[in-house]
């Protein structure tokens, strides 16, 4: 049964926050449960967020909800185990709109490490806004 896989002892880390102003625009609020809040990254191509887990997890599902004209159109997931090179998962497409949207992810490898790169951008400078993130699947012990 898949579940969340971001917990108390999930490390995150973003690319950037808008104007270096996390207490407003920080990368906790991706995951606050709070419809009005969110992470804002400043302007630029490639930005990502990535995440280190406690334990090896096997992902099923990532969740993600946007602010329409700041989504990702060309993402990328990659992973790997905790010392390795991260390696390519999953190429997904969001479409541009405020809707929670799901990527499945068949046959996912064991990992300790993920990174999402949103390669581009809708905003003509390169910002994303991410309301809502979430990680589905199984923790292996």
């Not at 606050?32 to 809040?37: I, V």
Request: hydrophobic share 35%; aromatic share 12%; with cysteine.
């Amino acid at each position: 049964m898949a579940e969340s896989l971001i917990c108390n002892n999930t490390q995150s880390r973003v690319s950037s926050v808008l104007n270096r102003d996390v207490k407003q625009f920080g990368k906790k609020f991706m995951f606050d449960s709070n419809e009005e809040t969110c992470w804002n990254s400043d302007q630029g191509e490639s930005q990502w967020v990535a995440f280190e887990f406690p334990q090896p997890v096997k992902v099923s599902e990532l969740i993600l909800q946007f602010q329409g004209g700041f989504s990702g159109k060309s993402c990328k997931l990659k992973g790997s185990a905790k010392e390795e090179d991260l390696e390519h998962i999953l190429d997904f497409y969001p479409e541009d709109n405020n809707c929670l949207q799901s990527f499945p992810i068949q046959d996912a490898p064991l990992v300790q490490r993920l990174k999402i790169v949103f390669e581009n951008s809708a905003d003509f400078f390169g910002r994303i806004i991410v309301y809502t993130l979430d990680i589905l699947g199984e923790k292996v012990l």
